[in-house]
């Protein structure tokens, strides 16, 4: 397996890395309390993940790099198990139409991951009239509100599939 | 037949709308902020926290 990126945090940015193209990506995390204000057991717990590239490599060739998967993922465990309480959604963009794309991206690197049976990750696809939205939540197998968590993220998409 | 919907059944799927157009709107918000170059701590006046670091 290839070693993750160093990544370093800073309020400006997140926690960036820079990759051997030259590459600069930021992830980072925000506030998800809001979207879970029907469980107030564990809604403040609840934070939403993002991750971006902020430059582009001198060429515009897109290059196979292994290694920001790993980097990636050590960031979330990091995360995760800085407290057995965190929550952690994923929301696959659909600005560029390639949501699709990103949850199987996503899926992949967690599926890959030596280290996913310390977690539950759930997935759902949440439909409304106009477009569909893939969202995940992973959280430690320790947290005390497992069975709360997914019945409060079921209970959003089964809402929407409600007539 | 008539058929009875459960009690705010409704209210429950607008409610779970506007919970999923705020995730997508702050979400869009996000990445036109960061692809920008805008700064992390600089959300707060677009209504987006930034969650504690590590």
């Keep these: 397996m290839q070693e993750p990126y160093n990544y370093t945090y ?4 997140g926690y960036t890395f820079t990759t051997d193209y030259s590459i600069d990506y930021t992830a980072y995390f925000t506030d998800g309390s809001d979207y879970f204000s029907d469980f107030p057991e564990f809604k403040d717990n609840v934070v939403s993940f993002g991750f971006a590239r902020i430059n582009s490599a001198t060429n515009n060739k897109k290059q196979q790099d292994d290694r920001i998967q790993y980097t990636v993922t050590s ?18 963009d659909t600005k560029d139409r390639q ?20 977690y539950y990750k759930i997935d759902e696809d949440v439909c409304t009239e106009e477009d569909c939205t893939y969202c995940s939540v992973i959280f430690h197998r320790d947290n005390p509100n497992e069975s709360l968590i997914a019945q409060g993220f079921y209970s959003i998409a089964q809402q929407l599939r409600n007539k | ?37 805008g700064k992390l701590k600089d959300l707060a006046s677009k209504g987006i926290k930034v969650a504690r670091a590590i």
């Design chain 1, 10 to 13: 800073t309020q400006d940015q």
């Design chain 1, 75 to 92: 960031i979330l465990e990091n995360y995760l198990n800085s407290d057995p309480k965190v929550i952690i959604l994923f929301i696959c």
């Design chain 1, 99 to 118: 949501h699709q794309a990103r949850k199987i991206l996503f899926d992949k690197w967690y599926s890959s991951d030596n280290n996913k049976g310390s």
């Design chain 2, 1 to 37: 037949m008539k058929t009875v919907s459960s009690p705010n059944t409704s209210a429950d799927k607008a409610k779970a709308k506007e919970i999923v157009r705020r995730m997508l709107n702050d979400k869009k918000i996000l990445n036109e902020h960061i692809s920008n170059g």
